[in-house]
């Protein structure tokens, strides 16, 4: 059964510094690998979605990888704003046709 | 473009009762999926539509189940419902989904409170 966890669940960074989120899952075969925002109280933003063939995907101050030998993502923030504060989310797509998620990691950028 | 909206965003029930909400994809989108998501379970898949069929559901009781309508918006009901039932219901929509790996649009979800 698949399972993924986010570590740290929270997590406070002064802004300005880069940082680095943590997503590890147990069954490596994945068709696709998915990092979400959330706003408090609100829906999920999707930030980056790796397949399963790709090792990284960028967007602007984002950057994301995937090792699915190892079963790791790691979300990277460079330079980090106090408007990146939010909860960040991992979710793996399984073969099976199964969205699972994280319980995500709480990020707050201290100005 | 309209985002993903969902209706009602906020409902209060008592136990027993039952609950029907709403979403309406992204115009073009066919693909609807459905999430509950509380502080203990976090985000859970609860089911997908596609052009009117269910395409592929989590593990949730038969309490819970959807459609989806010819113009591709969806709704969820809950029957008989219990105080554990209390979640922030979430529902995304994408192009295709399933297997494609496209983009899942998320609308702000509703917020159901169980009494």
């Known amino acids: 059964k698949q399972e993924v966890t986010q570590i740290p669940a929270a997590l406070s960074v002064p802004e300005g510094e880069n940082l680095v989120l943590n997503c590890s899952f147990t069954?490596?075969?994945?068709?696709?690998l998915q990092w979400f925002r959330q706003d408090p109280g609100k829906g999920l933003t999707s930030l980056l979605l790796?397949?399963?063939?790709?090792r990284e995907q960028t967007s602007g101050r984002l950057n994301a990888s995937l090792d699915k030998s190892s079963g790791r993502s790691t979300l990277y923030i460079a330079a980090s704003q106090p408007g990146d504060s939010a909860t960040y989310l991992c979710?793996?797509?399984?073969?099976?046709?199964?969205?699972?998620f994280g319980k995500g990691t709480r990020l707050h950028i201290l100005p | 473009k309209a985002g993903v909206t969902q209706t009602p965003r906020y409902l209060i029930k008592t136990r027993g009762q039952q609950v029907t909400l709403s979403c309406s994809p992204i115009?073009?989108?066919?693909?609807v999926s459905w999430y509950q998501q509380t502080p203990g379970q976090g985000l859970q898949f609860l089911f997908e539509?596609?052009?009117?069929?269910?395409?592929n559901k989590g593990n949730f009781p038969g309490r819970f189940s959807g459609r989806q309508f010819s113009n591709s918006r969806s709704e969820m009901n809950v029957s008989t419902l219990e105080l554990g039932d209390s979640a922030l219901y979430l529902c995304?929509?994408?192009?295709?989904?399933?297997?494609?790996?496209?983009?899942?649009?998320f609308g702000p979800g509703t917020r159901l409170t169980v009494l």
């Open positions: 979710a793996v797509m399984n073969r099976d046709d199964k969205i699972i």
């Open positions: 790796i397949q399963s063939s790709q």
């Open positions: 069954d490596s075969a994945i068709y696709n």
């Open positions: 539509y596609f052009s009117e069929t269910q395409r």
């Open positions: 995304a929509s994408s192009l295709v989904g399933g297997l494609a790996g496209d983009t899942q649009y």
């Open positions: 115009s073009g989108h066919r693909s």
